[in-house]
């Protein structure tokens, strides 16, 4: 997703640069894994400063990235009243991960006594958020034709017919027919508020 960003001029709209944001919080989250692995197949233990001062840059993705998730949220509501496809399914990965996540993290104290089956619960609860984090680019590339064409092309792979955009909250979409003998030219016109039902984002 931050490729898409950076390779295409298109995608650097507020709204793209804001989905850009997100998905570099989700990085900086997700890189909390490689600790993570090394002290668990390691068998190693680290204090409590030192476990602060490791996962530092991971918190910071953490802790900004509900946030960055939930002005995306907010602009795209006022932009078309009723958020839709990509930021639905994509608030709503994100919403299922922490909650399951936060649940099975407080009952697990609840659950056992011990301290090892304790760490083992919380380790495979945080299978949700990581899901949530890494299903940026697939929802995207599901639903969003324009990130659909950047993917594919940064894989080299041909669109036939050429991309598919779709027009934003402030655009009209004109489309001129060649005239033939009988008919003159038509020009069709969607009004803003079309063009606004027909947004994905």
């Known amino acids: 997703m931050v490729f898409c960003t950076i390779r295409t001029k298109r995608f650097r709209s507020p709204c ?10 989700d990085l900086l989250h997700v890189c909390g894994q490689f600790p993570f692995c090394v002290h668990l197949f390691g068998n190693l233990t680290s204090s409590q400063a030192q476990c602060f001062y490791i996962l530092s840059i991971p918190i910071v993705g953490f802790t900004t990235g509900g946030p960055l998730i939930l002005s995306m949220g907010i602009d795209r509501l006022i932009a078309v009243k009723f958020p839709t496809k990509s ?7 994100v919403l299922l ?4 996540t936060t649940t099975a993290n407080t009952l697990s104290y609840s659950i056992t006594d011990d301290l090892f089956t304790i760490q083992l619960i919380q ?4 299978i949700t958020v990581n899901f949530a984090a890494a299903s940026n680019v697939f929802v995207f590339y599901a639903i ?11 894989f080299g792979i ?5 991309m598919i955009f779709e027009p934003s909250s402030t655009q009209t979409v004109t489309k001129v027919v060649p005239r033939s003998v009988s008919q003159p030219n038509v020009v069709f016109e969607k009004t803003p508020a079309a063009a606004r039902r027909m947004t994905v984002v």
């Open 158 to 162: 041909r669109i036939k017919g050429g």
């Open 144 to 154: 969003n034709s324009e990130y659909r064409s950047v993917i594919k092309s940064m």
């Open 123 to 126: 380790m495979y609860a945080g």
């Open 97 to 100: 991960g922490w909650v399951t």
């Open 16 to 25: 793209h640069l804001l989905i850009c944001a997100t998905c570099v919080a």
């Open 87 to 93: 930021i639905l399914v994509t608030v709503g990965f």
